[in-house]
T-cell receptor, first 113, second 113 residues
Framework: GENVEQHPSTLSVQEGDSAVIKCTYS??????FPWYKQELGKRPQLIID?????GEKKDQRIAVTLNKTAKHFSLHITETQPEDSAVYFCAAGPGAGSYQLTFGKGTKLSVIP | ETGVTQTPRHLVMGMTNKKSLKCEQHLGHNAMYWYKQSAKKPLELMFVYSLEERVENNSVPSRFSPECPNSSHLFLHLHTLQPEDSALYLC????????????FGQGTRLTVV
């Protein structure tokens, strides 16, 4: 099955700096790569996603890049703000013969004012 | 509100109890999911239902029993749980299985004593 590794597990940045979170996956059949943000005590919510036919996607301060050859994808947040503080999860899937999205372990991002 | 509602929000149960978690989605989606979120672990997919039919079961112990009476409702029946089953149980729905945005409910915080 799919295996998703996410790094780092924690990340602290100064307000205004950029943050980068990286994920690798194992199943070359995976073709959908979403990123979810989960604030403390709240539900995970999709912030951006990318599909295998696209190498990069941007939405205001958030961007995601995908390298299918190397099987890795990254989340980039520019001009970070305190409200960006949360846990971010990457996911990959569905793999061959599966309906499943496999999630990474999460990155706790702290933006220091 | 994302249109996915879970009840109860919190549940404390003994190991010999039987209880049920309920999930309802008002988004017209065709797929519904149960996830388990434990501390410092990735989101673990438990069950996937597509058009009311179970399409994936990730080797979940039989003390967890899902039920999907229609495309808007999903239940997770619990019996003879163990303390290690204490976790946040998240329900999600999506337009179709695996390849589209999953909308999560707020979760049920389950504590097994």
């Amino acid at each position: 099955g799919e295996n998703v590794e996410q790094h780092p597990s924690t990340l602290s940045v100064q307000e205004g700096d950029s943050a980068v979170i990286k994920c690798t996956y194992s199943d070359s059949a995976s073709n959908y790569f979403p990123w979810y943000k989960q604030e403390l005590g709240k539900r995970p919510q999709l912030i951006i996603d990318i599909r295998s036919n696209v190498g990069e996607k941007k939405d205001q301060r958030i961007a995601v890049t995908l390298n299918k050859t190397a099987k890795h994808f990254s989340l980039h947040i520019t001009e970070t703000q305190p409200e960006d503080s949360a846990v971010y999860f990457c996911a990959a899937g569905p793999g061959a013969g599966s309906y499943q999205l496999t999630f990474g372990k999460g990155t706790k991002l702290s933006v220091i004012p | 509100e994302t249109g996915v509602t879970q009840t109860p929000r919190h549940l404390v149960m003994g190991m010999t109890n039987k209880k049920s978690l309920k999930c309802e989605q008002h988004l017209g989606h065709n797929a519904m999911y149960w996830y388990k979120q434990s501390a410092k672990k990735p989101l673990e997919l438990m069950f996937v239902y597509s058009l009311e039919e179970r399409v994936e079961n990730n080797s979940v112990p039989s003390r967890f029993s899902p039920e999907c009476p229609n495309s808007s409702h999903l239940f997770l029946h619990l019996h003879t749980l163990q303390p290690e089953d204490s976790a946040l149980y998240l329900c999600a729905s999506s337009q179709s299985e695996g390849y589209t945005e999953a909308f999560f409910g707020q979760g049920t915080r389950l504590t097994v004593v």
